[in-house]
């Protein structure tokens, strides 16, 4: 189904969900977490997600405004406000579908390269961090790629790798692939001690590295000054 167009539906009963009981967070509570027309039951994952993008969002239009009240809407703004979204999808998809779409990564990575070369203001990441970004991101994965023949990953993690790279540059994309290695280490780990999964289990490993990236783009510089100051 095109997402762009089409209107949101019950994936039950396939039947249009109307303005009133689409409206975020609160229609979940009003409907009792069931669809008005089948009553089937409407998952916690949409309240949460809603929630979390809307947290998102203001702490990113304070992030970018620290200084003024009223935030301003600065290209800057709308790109991160647009990233966090098509992360949001990825770390929802791959988890659910084991996929990573490449409209959500190509297409946005090369309007991101566009705007970076640009000379767009607010935009301070150099070409060659751009580059040795990108070359890590997707360069990593495409070895990981020929060595196991698609075996350990999929193409969509070397696509993900390069948009990555174009988020954050060099070295901060090291930040992002730290976290999400350590992360999806230690869920991995609690869910074998539990028995939900094995050493041979597959992993949504997009997620894992949809959360560095998010963590990264805001902190990543703190988290690299705090690692350099423990080895001085």
Excluded at 87 to 99: A, P, S
Excluded at 138 to 153: D, E, K, N, T, V
Excluded at 156 to 168: N, T, Y
Aim: proline residues 3%.
């Amino acid at each position: 189904m095109d997402i762009s167009w089409s209107r949101s539906i019950c994936p039950k009963c396939l039947h249009p969900i109307a303005w009133y009981d689409n409206i975020p967070f609160i229609s979940f509570f009003i409907l009792r977490a069931k669809c008005r027309r089948c009553q089937d039951k409407i998952s916690w994952q949409y309240p949460i997600v809603e929630v979390f993008v809307a947290l998102a969002f203001l702490f990113t239009a304070v992030w970018h405004n620290s200084s003024s009240f009223l935030p301003q809407l600065t290209v800057v703004l709308i790109r991160d406000l647009i990233i966090i979204i098509l992360l949001t999808f990825i770390f929802l998809y791959d988890l659910k579908y084991r996929e990573i779409l490449d409209r959500v990564t190509i297409l946005p990575s090369v309007f991101l390269i566009f705007l970076a070369l640009s000379g767009v203001e607010g935009f301070d990441q150099t070409w060659q961090s751009l580059l040795f970004g990108v070359l890590f991101g997707a360069g990593f994965f495409f070895i990981l790629y020929i060595i196991s023949r698609g075996a350990w990953i999929g193409g969509g993690d070397i696509r993900l790798g390069f948009f990555m790279g174009v988020v954050l540059g060099w070295p901060n994309i090291l930040i992002a692939f730290f976290i999400a290695y350590m992360l999806g280490a230690m869920i991995s780990l609690v869910l074998i001690a539990l028995k939900k999964k094995t050493m041979k289990s597959e992993t949504a490993f997009g997620a894992y590295l949809a959360v560095g990236t998010l963590v990264s783009m805001f902190f990543a510089d703190n988290i690299l000054n705090w690692y350099l100051g423990l080895l001085t």
